[in-house]
């Protein structure tokens, strides 16, 4: 008569190569099954197991990709799009909104909203000149900033940064930041969307953007009140 119930065998020993990772696999296995009229003998649950750890290995490897991040340094390289102007921007998980050097600032009307005017004089990294220029960008909203010195109040604009091969458009309040080293800042808002950060790193990587590169488009949410 054919056998009943669950049929379990222990401490197989698995040594073998996956043709689709390449990677040795060894160890011990158990395998429990419901016969359906007949026991299979050992050496195929052997070749049913070697599949299922092939298969395992697989989703471990994706796994492991979707979980990889980029690590950047405390300090790197940004650049402006579409303009080309490639700044050095600190990376300050203290701060919320990403923040960028700006004098000038004047609020005017256009098609019936409210835009910003501003300029900025900053080095270029790639060519190593100063470059000014005067950009208009519509009013995103006003950022309330409150310290020791009182209340100040920052025009907010959202600009598109590259950031190693990907661009993010993110809010970016204005401010002269002409006593301050670095020309750019960037918050969490844009940090949690690029991936680690070294803080004994600097200059990891290189903004290399073009028409092709993904952009991560600026998200609003409640903090927007921040």
Same mark, same amino acid.
């Given at each position: $008569? &054919? $056998?009943?119930?669950?049929?379990?065998?222990?401490?197989?020993?698995?040594?073998?190569?996956?043709?689709?990772?390449?990677?040795p696999f060894f !160890?011990?296995?158990? /395998?429990?099954?419901? &016969?359906?009229?007949? @026991?299979? !003998?050992?050496? =195929?649950?052997?070749? @049913?197991?070697?599949?299922?750890?092939?298969?395992?290995?697989?989703?471990?490897?994706?796994?492991?990709?979707?979980?990889?991040?980029?690590?950047?340094?405390?300090?790197?390289?940004? #650049?402006? @799009?579409?303009?080309?102007? %490639?700044?050095?921007?600190?990376?300050?998980?203290?701060?919320?909104?990403?923040?960028?050097?700006?004098?000038?600032?004047?609020?005017?009307?256009?098609?019936?909203?409210?835009? @910003?005017?501003?300029?900025?004089?900053? *080095?270029? #990294?790639? %060519?190593? *000149?100063?470059?000014?220029? #005067?950009? +208009?960008? &519509?009013?995103?909203r006003q950022l309330?900033?409150?310290?020791?010195?009182?209340?100040? +109040?920052? &025009?907010?604009?959202?600009? +598109?940064?590259?950031?190693?091969?990907? /661009?993010? *458009?993110?809010?970016?309040?204005?401010?002269?930041?002409?006593?301050?080293?670095?020309?750019?800042?960037?918050?969490?808002?844009? /940090? =949690?969307?690029?991936?680690?950060?070294?803080?004994?790193?600097?200059?990891?990587n290189n903004p +290399?953007?073009?028409?092709?590169? =993904?952009?991560?488009?600026?998200?609003?949410?409640?903090?927007?009140?921040?």
């Amino acid at each position: $008569p &054919p $056998p009943s119930g669950l049929v379990v065998v222990r401490d197989i020993r698995v040594h073998s190569l996956c043709e689709h990772h390449l990677l040795p696999f060894f !160890g011990r296995a158990h /395998i429990g099954y419901l &016969p359906g009229g007949a @026991v299979l !003998g050992l050496s =195929k649950l052997a070749r @049913v197991e070697k599949l299922m750890l092939c298969a395992l290995l697989t989703a471990a490897s994706a796994g492991h990709a979707e979980k990889e991040k980029t690590v950047y340094g405390w300090v790197e390289n940004a #650049q402006l @799009v579409p303009w080309g102007v %490639t700044l050095k921007a600190k990376l300050d998980t203290g701060a919320l909104t990403s923040s960028m050097h700006a004098t000038d600032i004047e609020k005017f009307e256009k098609d019936d909203e409210t835009w @910003v005017r501003f300029k900025t004089r900053v *080095e270029d #990294q790639r %060519t190593e *000149e100063m470059v000014s220029k #005067q950009y +208009e960008r &519509p009013l995103y909203r006003q950022l309330e900033v409150s310290g020791a010195g009182g209340t100040d +109040e920052r &025009p907010v604009v959202l600009l +598109e940064v590259c950031m190693n091969n990907t /661009i993010y *458009e993110e809010q970016f309040s204005l401010r002269d930041r002409g006593d301050m080293i670095y020309p750019m800042l960037l918050g969490r808002r844009t /940090i =949690k969307h690029l991936g680690l950060i070294d803080v004994s790193e600097t200059f990891l990587n290189n903004p +290399e953007c073009d028409h092709d590169s =993904k952009v991560v488009e600026n998200e609003a949410s409640e903090d927007d009140d921040d």
